[in-house]
């Protein structure tokens, strides 16, 4: 058996890639902090950053083990706890040319920024202590079987075929699922219907938006785990995704409402990095064009759906990161080529209608899987606290609540305290046109 031998410039890339996906982090607690309203807006930053820290202990205590370890075609084993054995040298099966620990960094940035993304469907109502829990015990028992079944050697859905090049079914569809069945659980915001729910601040989404794009790039050119042809293509139809999605959701939002909003190009383009991550190093450019549009298009739609239902996913986790994380893994069984990537697969276009059967297998699993064992780590969680505050905490905010700290003194914070008497100085009453809750977030 040949020695597997460290590359300089793969392992200069994947180091590179790995910052990117975590500058991802703070990309999204802009993204998020920006849509909520401004009472709560450390809060959803929090639950976008707190990850961060527990998630990463968890991966080197046991996460990656569980994850990429030898076990059985469900899960692995604990021969890789606490890093053991996981150091410098190359590893022959996931990391020929680079250290076998960066290859384990590179992965953990995956599993922190997955239960991150489901915070969106959770802000201004859950309980931070609760959330922290939910974040170890979700990664635990939904992120590193999932990410075993589809990426590890002898995973089940590796071994049927599936093709996930940077996290469509392991990240996005379980994320958007598990956020889905959270809303449900968790239920609505009190006085949901008696108060304007706008973005508290567009400048910070659009920056959030801006990073996360950034960041991507180490997202899906990363996970070719060396500086290759296959880096390179998944490089180029990242970004073509994303800059069609961001002119279809422009387009339709011209076409539809007579104007473009900020907040939905930058939807726009989450939206396309979203449904490009499955298929990134398969497909050509052209294809990565047509699916970030379809994606567009699909997600708007469903976030107006969800907007005449009752369902309180806030900031639109669901019809984000599930809508168009499904169609990008059913896409991808259309447009994939082993033209691109020898190393995939042939899909429809190519003369194998069989792969699309396989990627719906795949999307239909990681929902079932994701879903069900979210719904019975929140029951769990229920049995012994509350999931969400008093009434009080909703109203006053929980960057209050829940942190002690308020992230801007004035507006809201005035209301909440008395008004101009309490603080000597004026309350700037919104707009007629602020007060209306027509937005769209992510």
Known sequence: MTTPALSAGDTAWVL??????????????????????????LNAIMMSLVPLGIV????????YSLAFSNGNRFIGGLDWAWLN???????????????????????????????????????????FPVYMIFAVAWTTLVYDPLAHWVWADGGWLRTLGALDFAGGTVVHISAGTSALVAALIIGRRRMLDRVALVPHNVPFVLLGAGLL????????????LGASEVAVSAFVATHVAAASALTMWVLLELGLRGRATAVGAAT?????????????GFVTPPSALIIGALAAAASYGAMQLRARTQLDDALDVFACHGVAGILGA???????????NPAGADGLL?????????????????????????????????????????????????????????????????????GTESLGRSVVVPSIEQKIPDREAA
């Open 56 to 63: 990463s202990v968890q991966w080197v205590v046991g996460g």
């Open 350 to 418: 190519a003369g194998n209608p069989g792969l699309v059967g396989i990627q719906a297998i795949a999307v239909l699993a990681t929902m079932a899987f994701s879903g069900a064992v979210t719904a019975v780590v929140l029951v769990a969680i229920r049995a012994f606290m509350p999931l969400r505050g008093w009434l009080a905490d909703e109203v006053s905010g929980l960057d209050w609540s829940e942190h002690g700290e308020h992230a801007y003194h004035g507006g809201e914070l005035a209301e909440l305290v008395g």
């Open 268 to 280: 726009g383009a989450v939206v396309g990095l979203v449904a490009i991550t499955p298929a990134a």
């Open 330 to 340: 059913i896409l991808t069984g259309v447009f994939a080529s082993k033209a691109v």
């Open 85 to 127: 054995g996981v150091g410098g040298a190359a590893n022959a099966t996931y990391a020929p040319t680079i250290p076998h620990a960066l290859f384990a960094v590179f992965q953990m940035m995956f599993a922190v920024i997955t239960v991150s993304l489901i915070s969106g469907a959770l802000v201004e109502r859950v309980r």
């Open 213 to 224: 794009w950034f960041g991507w790039f180490g997202f899906n050119a990363g996970s070719a």
């Open 16 to 41: 590179v890639a790995a910052a990117l996906v975590m500058l991802m982090l703070p990309g999204l607690a802009f993204f998020y902090g920006g849509l909520v309203r401004g009472k709560n807006s």
